[in-house]
């Protein structure tokens, strides 16, 4: 199987992109922030966040965040959504 040779430039667009972390918009919450804010565990703060996305009262949205360990990842975020 032959190697596929990637773009240079198609490359250095994509390292950089993925080196830097989007500002959050106000009112989402992480996972965990809802889950104090609840006072519920993981996996049931995630039922309920699935739950109030699928019947549209919240909002999902996707943010690069910057963690500790200065990764930057993907990290769904939820907020209600605006009326």
Do not use: C
Not at 8 to 30: C, D, N, R, V, W
Not at 45 to 54: C, D, E, V, W
Not at 59 to 81: A, G, H, Q, T
């Amino acid at each position: 199987m032959k190697k596929r040779k990637l773009d240079p430039t198609y490359s250095a667009i994509m390292a950089e992109f993925h080196k830097t972390a989007q500002p959050i918009e106000p009112g989402f919450l992480t996972i965990q922030q809802w889950a104090e804010k609840w006072n519920k565990s993981i996996s049931t703060t995630l039922l309920y966040l699935k739950k109030g996305t699928a019947s549209g009262i919240l909002e999902r949205k996707v943010f690069r965040i910057k963690k500790s360990d200065n990764r930057v990842l993907p990290v769904p975020l939820y907020r209600p959504k605006k009326k």
